[in-house]
């Protein structure tokens, strides 16, 4: 009796140190137990646990009993993770946000339990305690892949009531909780926009010309999500119109007046005239306004109706005397609400002009004989300097011609340079008149002149006939003496 009695105390003492341990020791997650005991609020769920990538929303649906008597029940969330990884934990019924609930006695509903999770979160499981009322329910979330550091990806359409797309819509985007410069996009030609953006609260503007503006507030990205804003719808405004310049920079040279293709479309509500004309034009210049359609009659304004385009050219008439450079003007095409502006510029460049001069354009030679006549190459430009100049001859099959110096290297604008043509038809050719084509070609430019040689016989056989003919008459006269006097 004694030695039982001596290891009563022993025992007692273990069995309470081991109590104590188990209760001042922290517990795990999956310790505790998984719903709220003996409340009037029962809850259950069918998937407690859900695996997702940082970033991603994580989905639970409660089904929830009320045994008790109705009354208004808080919802709320219990999570030290939650907290310091800045979850966002929404409670709903249906599409509607719910913050309370309170299900007739007997009664039972389902609470979806949505739970936004930040980029930045580690890789673990992370458990949350859902309150009902006096009741509460335990759901994990497992982050399998982490974003931090990296951008989210913004998704967005415009179109207009009809559902068009809208094409070249500027879209500011306001980041709300630092103040930092705000970023901005343009809409593709299939009305959308993806563009990627530091993770944070955004504000959305949406402008376009001919449009009302439209707002989305509160977009919230996440690192390494998509984030798909949905659609924004932008109304037409009464009077509007979209003036698009197909080249608004030309150059061209100064012999040539510099022509722009522009297009007006409608893109108001209304039908709508239009008038041409053009601000801050240089000095002496002269603008002109045709529809492209019917090129023969200037204008100064079109009428257009509500969807329609209309495609016009603009020709610029620079004053005689303009000087090379950059020239600058601008359209405006005034509408019943608004001027619509494009800027438009003209480079005048010098032209090339290669000139060709000899003393005359017709020469004489005799068969066998040898001709040479000069030939001087003019630059009368104003573009640059004429290089390279190759002067080329092209005669009758059997002659022989030849070019002294046959390249130039260069000639300056106002200069000018010389060379020598020989020319020599064979010596059994024909007496007639013949043509010959020099061609003188530079690497900007090249022209052709046609000159006329008229071949003659050679002098010694002229001599020699006359000889013969005055030989036959002295005979002629002398028989006729002869025989006269018998």
């Not at 939650?82 to 299900?103: S, T």
């Not at 009305?191 to 949406?206: F, H, K, M, W």
Request: glycine fraction near 8%; charge should be negative; aromatic fraction near 10%.
């Amino acid at each position: 009796m004694q030695s039982e009695q001596g290891t009563s105390p022993l025992l007692i003492f273990v069995l309470l140190a081991i109590t104590l341990v188990s209760v001042l020791l922290p517990q795990p997650a999956y310790a505790e137990q998984t719903f709220s005991p003996d409340t009037a609020i029962v809850i259950s769920c069918n998937t407690p646990a859900q695996v997702v990538e940082a970033g991603e929303t994580a989905s639970f649906t409660l089904d929830v009993t009320n045994t008790g008597p109705e009354i208004n029940q808080k919802l709320w969330a219990e999570s030290f993770y939650a907290e310091k990884y800045q979850w966002d934990v929404i409670f709903r019924d249906g599409d509607i946000r719910i913050y309370k609930v309170a299900p007739g006695t007997g009664e039972s509903m389902k609470i979806n339990v949505s739970i936004e999770t930040d980029s930045f979160t580690p890789t673990g499981e992370y458990p949350i305690r859902i309150h009902i009322g006096p009741g509460y329910y335990w759901v994990y979330v497992t982050i399998s892949k982490t974003h931090a550091g990296e951008k989210g990806t913004l998704k967005l359409n415009i179109v207009d009531k009809d559902g068009a797309k809208i094409q070249g819509a500027e879209i500011t985007l306001i980041r709300t909780d630092e103040s930092l410069p705000p970023d901005k996009v343009m809409s593709t030609a299939d009305g959308t926009i993806s563009t990627e953006l530091d993770q944070g609260e955004y504000d959305l503007s949406v402008k376009k010309a001919g449009y009302k503006s439209a707002e989305r507030r509160d977009i919230r990205i996440r690192g390494g999500i998509t984030t798909d804003a949905g659609t924004v719808m932008l109304e037409k405004d009464l009077f509007a119109a979209e003036l698009t310049v197909k080249t608004p920079s030309i150059t061209t040279t100064i012999s040539t007046n510099p022509k722009y293709s522009f297009v007006i479309r409608n893109i108001g509500r209304n039908d709508d005239t239009y008038r041409l004309g053009i601000e801050t034009p240089p000095a002496g210049w002269y603008f002109r306004f045709r529809d492209s359609a019917n090129t023969g009659t200037d204008i100064s304004e079109i009428f257009i109706k509500d969807g329609e385009e209309k495609e016009l050219t603009m020709e610029a008439i620079p004053p005689y005397g303009t000087r090379a450079g950059e020239y600058s003007f601008t359209l405006s095409v005034d509408s019943s609400q608004a001027v619509y502006r494009e800027n438009l510029t003209a480079a005048i460049k010098g032209d090339y002009d290669l000139r060709v001069y000899a003393g005359q354009y017709q020469y004489d030679v005799n068969k066998g004989g040898t001709l040479d006549f000069p030939l001087t190459i003019s630059n009368a430009g104003t573009a640059g300097a004429l290089t390279n100049v190759r002067v080329t001859v092209s005669a009758p099959d059997g002659w022989n011609a030849d070019v002294d110096p046959e390249t130039v290297a260069g000639i300056e604008p106002g200069q000018s340079a010389k060379v020598t043509i020989r020319i020599v038809p064979p010596s059994d050719i024909v007496a007639s008149d013949y043509k010959v084509r020099v061609k003188v070609a530079s690497d900007q430019t090249e022209k052709s002149d046609d000159f006329r040689i008229v071949v003659h016989e050679q002098s010694f056989i002229a001599i020699l006939g006359i000889g013969i003919i005055v030989l036959i008459g002295g005979g002629v006269y002398l028989a006729f003496r002869k025989y006269n006097r018998r």
